[in-house]
């Protein structure tokens, strides 16, 4: 939260942030639908992409969803592994694809531009490897690791 603005004021911009991001996710959903993807499908793309976009990208500071485009690799590869008790290479996985398909729905809508698209994917592709690692070794601590961490 900026030091300049109460905690008051960063609610309120915070709520006008989730009012918009809730509005995107209505569209993706009827863009999700009309692809032809199964409830489950839909379901999962929304609550990871939600999960993003009201959460982490408001947790810190008020990030909009176009800043969102280059705010994945602190996602998930670091917050999202402590932070979701249930991540995993899997879920990961899973965040990278509803990511994509949200973005390249934004990209479509003229939300972000096709060099934000591109740097997302381009962040993807090149770290994510290191973030199933990271996420594998959160996993794999010992003791004396948790006491490094506390």
């Given at each position: 939260?900026?030091?300049?603005?109460?905690?008051?004021?960063?609610?309120?911009?915070?709520?006008?942030?989730?009012?918009?991001?809730?509005?995107?996710?209505d569209g993706?959903?009827?863009?999700?639908?009309?692809?032809?993807?199964?409830?489950?499908?839909?379901?999962?793309?929304?609550?990871?992409?939600?999960?993003?976009?009201?959460?982490?990208?408001?947790?810190?500071?008020?990030?909009?969803?176009?800043?969102?485009?280059?705010?994945?690799?602190?996602?998930?590869?670091?917050w999202f592994?402590?932070?979701?008790?249930?991540?995993?290479?899997?879920?990961?996985?899973s965040n990278?694809?509803?990511?994509?398909?949200?973005?390249?729905?934004?990209?479509?809508?003229?939300?972000?531009?096709?060099?934000?698209?591109?740097?997302?994917?381009?962040?993807?592709?090149?770290?994510?490897?290191?973030?199933?690692?990271?996420?594998?070794?959160?996993?794999?601590?010992?003791?004396?690791?948790?006491?490094?961490?506390?």
């Open positions: 939260m900026s030091e300049e603005m109460s905690y008051e004021e960063y609610e309120k911009k915070a709520d006008e942030i989730r009012e918009k991001n809730n509005e995107y996710l993706f959903e009827e863009h999700l639908k009309a692809k032809g993807l199964n409830a489950k499908t839909i379901d999962r793309h929304l609550f990871n992409v939600d999960f993003y976009i009201n959460n982490y990208l408001l947790y810190y500071d008020i990030e909009d969803v176009t800043q969102g485009c280059y705010g994945v690799s602190g996602f998930l590869g670091s592994i402590r932070k979701a008790m249930w991540s995993s290479v899997n879920s990961i996985k990278i694809a509803s990511l994509k398909k949200f973005y390249r729905y934004l990209l479509d809508q003229g939300v972000v531009t096709k060099e934000a698209y591109e740097s997302l994917c381009e962040d993807m592709k090149d770290n994510k490897e290191e973030w199933f690692d990271m996420v594998r070794g959160y996993y794999d601590l010992d003791d004396d690791d948790l006491d490094m961490l506390i």
